[in-house]
């Protein structure tokens, strides 16, 4: 009885739970709008990075080596402390800018793999049967692509939802930042951490869930 | 109108000229065969026509259409060809109804159940309708290559490619593949095959080609090639001719290194050890023999080892520069102390004969 009176204490009582969903319903925008962004960004930096156009190339090259290379709290904090310090830039903005970045880096790389494991091949059994370039890769290349990079596009998004938790650093009040503040209003930070990792287990499983749900069964 | 016309095509890799110039024209209903040994540009000219190489010089026309000019729609010429892989290449993201589908749907404009019974038909002929609705991955070599046939066969081409289409096969599944082939060519549909299966070849083309240094370095049918190949290359290869070449510049040359190299050319083909040992022998004497009595100061000799797997035999050749010496002239009643060497060879050698010419002794003979 007592345990669950603390419980209640900690998570439920002065709706506690109110802030803590706040918190998640952070977590979660910055999150999705990252992933999306940096999806985005990903495929057309990877675009970039295996073409034929030798400063883009580069530049993507170069760009993709410092962001896989570095902290991306050190990016962030680049970003909100020195680029955008006097613009008053909702700190958000900021943090889903720097997840995008981040995530592009990652994206784009995941993608390059997946390409090089792609069996030209089929691509190229697609255009003698009269398929153009473009039909190709629509019928064969993407198809396949999205197979194989699937494993990998899952755990980037589980490491971009772990990643948010720093963004307490510039002020945002995301998940992590709520159960650190609950964990001192209560002072029962062992009950009040474990059930913020709890929440982010739940999320993570929620997105493997996803991605398994979308994993179409084949035919034998 | 000829099917394909090719005039002077010729394709390099950097600096590493792959082909060098080659004419050809296909009527209807031909079916050639190309062969040739590996790295002779059988499998590029066949990307070439595809234009899946882009050709450095040479024109090429299919069914009158140039797909070497510029702004040429080759999506278009392509349909009108088929190309069966080594691999296979079948979309593995789709079933074998997709697989079969999927083209003549979306570029011929076929409903997608005249296109469906157009491949129940096909997968009949090629005994395979119960794999239907499976997945390449779960088919064998053989079957996968029986539905990449019907693929290509499911766009009505002028002209099909096949580039080794039984090379990645299981041997025992060469014959299920091969079958098709032969199925097709009763149907006389005109076709070109890059194949290593000779017995193959000789049956079922009408024309071979045999591609080598770049170019057809002989053609004709296939009576002609098999049973009386012209020109040398296509002999050895028809022959399937092994060399070992060894040539002697001074008198203590490194007889241990000779022997050794004869050792290790006859262990790579599976020559026995007696008749390694006949080769070693021979030519070992005769080495001593012109020493003593045909050469002068100045040593040149050359000996050729020919081996031919299909004949299973053993050819020697053996130039020597200097005097004009047959050691086996003399008269070999009497064991002779002094023309060991040459009593020796007397009774290895068989159809042996002696030239002089030019200052060069040119000995032949066959080891059995």
Known sequence: MDFLDLLYKIFVKDDSWLTILNGLWVTVQISALSLLFGTLFGSLLCFFRVGKFPPLKIAAQVYISIIRGSPVLMLLMLLFYGVFARTGINPLLVAVITFSMHTAAHVAELLRSALMALDKGQVEAARTLGFSKFQAFKLVTLPQLVRIAKPVYQSTVVNLIQWTSVVGYVTITDLTRVINNTASRTMQPMITIMGGMVIYLAISYLVYGIFHWTERRRAQ | ?368
């Open chain 2, 1 to 368: 109108m000829s099917v394909i016309e090719v005039s002077g095509l010729k394709k390099s890799f950097g600096a590493f000229e792959v082909l060098r110039g080659i004419d050809l024209t296909v009527e209807e209903g031909e079916r050639i065969a190309i062969i040739g040994g590996s790295g002779c540009g059988k499998s590029v000219f066949l990307r070439c026509l595809e234009l899946l190489e882009k050709p450095n010089a040479g024109k090429i026309f299919i069914d009158g259409q140039e797909i070497t000019a510029q702004g040429v729609d080759i999506d278009k010429i392509r349909r009108s060809m088929g190309m069966v892989w080594q691999k296979f290449n079948l979309f593995t993201h789709m079933n074998v109804m997709e697989n079969l589908t999927v083209a003549p749907i979306k570029l011929l404009g076929m409903t997608k159940d005249d296109a469906r019974e157009k491949a129940m038909a096909l997968l009949a002929q090629v005994g395979l309708t119960a794999k239907a609705d499976a997945y390449p991955e779960f088919l064998s070599g053989g079957q996968q290559q029986r539905i990449a046939i019907c693929r290509s066969l499911m766009m009505n081409p002028k002209v099909i490619l096949f580039d080794e289409p039984t090379s990645a096969l299981d041997p025992t599944m060469v014959g299920e593949v091969l079958a098709v082939i032969r199925m097709l060519a009763k149907q006389n549909l005109t076709m070109i095959i890059v194949t290593h299966e000779m017995n193959f070849a000789r049956e079922v083309a009408t024309r071979i080609l045999f591609f080598a240094d770049g170019e057809i370095y002989e053609q004709g049918t296939p009576a002609e090639i098999f049973d009386a190949p012209k020109r040398n290359k296509t002999v050895a290869f028809i022959h399937k001719l092994k060399y070992f070449n060894y040539e002697i510049s001074e008198r203590h040359f490194d007889l241990m290194e000779m022997q050794g190299g004869i050792q290790t050319f006859a262990e790579k083909y599976g020559l026995s050890a007696r008749r390694t040992n006949r080769i070693q022998l021979s030519c070992e004497e005769l080495i001593y023999e012109m020493f003593d009595n045909a050469c002068a100061d100045e040593i040149k000799i050359e000996i050729d080892v020919t081996y031919s797997e299909v004949d299973n035999s053993v050819e020697v050749e053996f130039t020597c520069a200097g005097k004009s010496y047959n050691p086996l002239e003399k008269d070999f009643d009497e064991l002779d102390e002094e023309h060991l060497g040459a009593t020796i060879l007397k009774s290895l050698a068989q159809n042996y004969s002696h030239e002089y010419d030019g200052g060069t002794n040119r000995i032949k003979f066959t080891l059995a």
